[in-house]
């Protein structure tokens, strides 16, 4: 890459294989370049699977992720590639959702972020995971994440 800005990139443009854990992954950021307007980004995972740190057997989410960045955008290839690093992690529902929304905040200090983890049911119940850092900001438009309450999830 010839611009300066993308020089300390390391998985955008070469053959990055899936990290082995959460914790392995690298997520990179680049500079918004935004002049400190206020707009929000989401992240869609419709597909983002877990392994259960119990039995082993595999979680499902629709996991939504919404953010209003402040000086740094998240690199998507690299947010796909730390998603996809939990389809070996064991962990709980809330943790895996938790452990996602820490890792951005952690990385880009962002304005604000919210994260929604719709998981399938596990044992026949659903378990829906919501946090956000706090009150966005006035005039930000916000849609709904759009992922309808369990009934299959369509």
């Known amino acids: 890459m010839t611009d300066d800005r993308y020089q ?14 959460p914790e392995a992954a690298m997520l990179e950021r680049v ?3 935004t002049a400190g307007k206020h707009f929000m980004v989401r992240f869609t995972c419709p597909e983002f ?7 082993g057997q595999p979680d499902f989410a629709h996991i939504v992720i919404d953010y209003i960045p402040g000086e740094w955008l998240v690199e998507s290839k690299s947010l796909k590639l730390f998603l996809q690093s939990f389809r070996n992690h064991g962990a ?3 943790a895996c959702t938790m452990m996602i929304a820490d890792r951005i ?23 829906d995971v919501f946090w956000q850092t706090g ?9 709904e994440q759009g992922v ?3 009934r299959g999830r369509g």
């Open 105 to 127: 905040v952690a990385l880009l200090n962002p304005v604000w972020l919210r994260i929604g983890g719709y998981w399938y049911p596990r044992g026949g119940i659903p378990i």
């Open 92 to 94: 709980f529902h809330e």
């Open 49 to 55: 699977t877990s392994l259960c740190p119990i039995t």
């Open 8 to 21: 300390n990139l390391n998985q955008l443009g070469a053959a990055t294989g899936m990290p082995v854990s």
């Open 135 to 143: 009150t966005p900001p006035e005039g930000v438009w916000l849609p």
């Open 148 to 150: 309808p309450g369990y």
């Open 31 to 33: 500079a918004a370049k």
